[in-house]
């Protein structure tokens, strides 16, 4: 996927999934500079409909320039599961209970949806913890989920698995060799031997 969006980067102008039962955003890298790395696509997924991640069913309505059809926000909805549990069936069960619960744009106080501007959230999220917590609020749907906040992070900003994995041994990002995007990232630390030699001498799991 990565290497596909970099040769045609000029031409992605969104990339919208779902599947993964969680509300969140992904990042794609240009490490060509490893020490200024900067996002150069974005990967937006939709919540769940399920209850299987312990969250309320929710679905995201997508607000697009009918010109340009770049994202400029999208608005989550979601379904009271315990309101509608608690008063069991009503003629207008399907309506009663779903509400709109947040705003890209309003929650992060950002322009739009663009990848420059969920970067910013991103750097945010890593000092704000009222944000954080925003966040987390809304991937899961008013569920709370695993409080290891980090994975949460390295997710968003690693694509690959063995970068994503270590930067959740390690509890923060990871140096990587530069490397032109969509190429696969090398660790600094491998040519000292290998995933398990870098960082706080931890072992590797």
Known sequence: LATIVSEHRKVVVAMIFGHHHMDEFRLLWDESSASKPKAYASVVVAPPVTTSSRNNPAFRAYVYNRETA?????IGYLLAMQ???YHGFRPDAPTAYWKEFYSLRRTFGIPNASTQSLAAVYGRLQTSEPMLSAYLDHAYGHFIGEKDYMG????????HKRTNSECKRLGREVPVVSHAPGEEPRLVSDGAGGIADAGDGRSGG
């Open 70 to 74: 770049a994202l400029q926000d999208w």
């Open 83 to 85: 309101k509608a549990n």
């Open 152 to 159: 949460y992070l390295c997710d968003i900003r690693y694509v």
